[in-house]
Structures are given as C-alpha cells and as structure tokens.
C-alpha cells in the first residue's frame, strides 16, 4: 500500500546538527499533513514539527527557532533541519503522514522510525 522511509539519523554532539528526510511510496492519491513526532524509552511519543499541503508548519516550543519542517509535494517528501542540537533531543524520531490513497479511502502512516543521538 504505502511505505514511509526514513533517513538521516545519527549520532552529533550538542550544537550539532542533522537533516531528517522521509519519502512516501505506494498508492497514493494526495497526502495532506506530514509531520516528524519523537519517542523517548518510557514516554508518549510527541509531536516535533508539522507541516500542511499548503505549507503552514507548527513546532513544539522545545524545538522553535532550532528546527525547520519542509517538505517536497513532487517528491511525497518531508524533510526536518535540526540545528543546535541538545542531549534532550535524543530519541527515535518517526514520520507521519495523512494520505489519501488511490481508493479514495483516508488513513496516517508512519514511517519504521530513525535514532537521533546527541552525546559528546
């Protein structure tokens, strides 16, 4: 049906910076919402970026100013710019999207997830 693939992940040291990238695949008619969410070992996964079909983002405040949402329509991309990186922003970082398949039916997918590890 759909897959979402993520890349990007890694280990930076704190004020470092990496580059998410998640690129939807399969049957897809529209995809409207896109977002990036993470996922720390004992807690609720939480939302870090969202971006629409249009382009109006939303950031949680931990992030504002350090993180940019993008995203690419011609390439069912979505993309995360995160600069000055902390030890808090360690976690597992997942794609969603909301899509709207060729059926015509309506469904969010995530993508398999990808580390995000801010050590010295």
């Known amino acids: 049906q759909v897959q979402l693939v993520e890349s990007g992940g890694g280990l930076v040291q704190p004020g470092g910076s990496l580059r998410l990238a998640c690129a939807a695949s399969?049957?897809?008619?529209?995809?409207?919402?896109m977002a990036w969410y993470r996922q720390v070992p004992g807690k609720q996964r939480e939302l870090v970026a969202r971006i629409s079909s249009g382009g109006s983002t939303t950031y949680a405040d931990s992030v504002k100013g350090r993180f940019t949402v993008s995203r690419d329509n011609a390439k069912s991309a979505v993309n995360l710019r995160m600069n000055s990186l902390k030890p808090e922003d360690t976690a597992v970082y997942f794609c969603?999207?909301?899509?709207?398949?060729?059926?015509?039916?309506?469904?969010?997918?995530w993508g398999q997830g990808t580390q995000v590890t801010v050590s010295s």
């Open positions: 969603y999207a909301f899509i709207r398949l060729s059926t015509g039916t309506f469904n969010g997918y």
């Open positions: 399969g049957s897809i008619l529209s995809i409207y919402d």
